[in-house]
């Protein structure tokens, strides 16, 4: 198995319901896009808000759109040692039993119960690209970056939709320790 894939490196954002939404900027309001995103229909708000944690705040978290059934939070490790909680590794919107923390907006605040994930990495693939690869919707692969300082990440789990752009997301801190930048192209290899 051999394939070419974009990488993307995902900063510290989150995905807000609209009763969240409405809860931290006021009634009715509606995010402000200011750059789509290479998955269709995602995008950059011009929104941001403050995480507020058991031991720290991180300020300036950026909103994407569109709004979501439930209010979910993705940062990194390191993020996770600023704000006091222990994030699982999880795929976007396994949220069960994952810590809270308190989001402060511009008009208010919601705080929590669940709702913070380190996300899990992942390729975003079409049903005929996974098909070309004999790959399915939630298997695993390894990829082999390339570059001055090569890695294999391992267990990258495999998201097909017929809506996806071919692209794999890791966190910063992960795409940054390997060198890497967005659009790089990374191989897939037999896991």
């Known amino acids: 198995m051999l394939k070419k894939v974009p990488i993307a490196l995902s900063n ?7 009763k969240d939404l409405e809860r931290l900027f006021g009634e009715g309001y509606e995010l402000t896009k200011i750059k789509d995103l290479k998955q269709p ?9 403050d995480l507020v944690g058991p031991k720290g705040v991180i300020e300036g978290v950026r909103v994407l759109g569109p709004t979501r059934s439930k209010t979910q939070i993705e940062i990194s490790y ?16 396994d949220l069960d039993d994952s810590p ?12 929590l119960e669940e709702g913070v994930i ?3 990495r992942h390729i975003h693939m079409t049903p005929a690209e996974a098909e070309e690869l004999n790959l399915q919707d939630k298997d695993t692969v390894n990829v082999r970056t390339g570059g001055e300082r090569s890695v294999i990440f391992e267990n990258v789990l495999v998201r097909v939709n017929p809506n996806y752009a071919l692209e794999m997301h890791v966190d910063m801190e992960e795409g940054n320790g390997a060198g890497v930048v967005n659009d790089q192209l990374v191989e897939i290899i037999a896991s």
Do not use: N, W
């Not at 510290?12 to 609209?18: A, C, F, P, T, V």
């Not at 229909?41 to 808000?49: H, I, L, P, T």
């Not at 809270?100 to 705080?111: A, D, L, M, R």
């Open 100 to 111: 809270g923390v308190t989001i402060k907006g511009p008009v208010g605040e919601v705080t």
């Open 78 to 93: 390191s993020d996770s040692f600023v704000l006091g909680v222990k994030p699982p590794v999880r795929d976007s919107g």
């Open 118 to 120: 380190a996300a899990a």
């Open 41 to 49: 229909g995602q995008y950059a708000a011009e929104e941001k808000v």
């Open 12 to 18: 510290r954002h989150l995905h807000l319901s609209q």
